[in-house]
């Protein structure tokens, strides 16, 4: 007996408009004044949530996010979102480790370090914690440092904490996407 194979299904990518418009709204906040009702830390980032016409990317708001970790985190997600990247900010309950974000399939936390004495121990210290959630890393150094000073920390971070796989950095109004191995070889410079 003879077996015929049926052609592969042939799927399109969705857009991000499309997913942005398929986040279901009874779990997810699309747009800033419905969810500044419920999230006071909002009100500082008119922008933040809602989907970005010129350059295609979006935040939206899970309404079981934590709402004291948003002014840590929204900064860095406005950057992102402005390149162009689809940004889910998920669902938290206190007291639990939850991963912060999600980014097409990819779970991250995000960790931003300002007003910090020293920047190196700063910056391992937030590796120290994001390492207990999410093997990858959003690290927004959002305060004047020795450029040095990040590549080193970062670079020790990944040393230490062996769980950390990736490392997109936001540094002096750039962005970085750094694998555990560009890290440990050295291969990348911060200018």
Known sequence: MRFQSKPPRFQMK???????????ESDYFKSHKKAVKKFRNVVAFPDAL?????MGGFIALHRKHVDIALPEELPGCLILKKLGFCLVLLGEESGHASVDLLIGETYFEIKRVSKARN???????QMRFAKRKA??????????AHPESVRRAIYRGIKKYSRIRLVWLIYEGQFWQ???AMILEGKFLLK
Not at 14 to 24: A, G, V, W, Y
Not at 119 to 125: D, E, K, L, S
């Open 135 to 144: 093997d990858n890393l959003i690290l927004h150094v959002d305060q004047v």
């Open 14 to 24: 969705k857009d991000n408009r499309t997913i942005f418009d398929e986040l279901p």
């Open 119 to 125: 920047i190196q121990n700063a910056i391992i210290w």
């Open 50 to 54: 809602g989907f970005d016409q010129d």
């Open 178 to 180: 750094l694998s555990r």
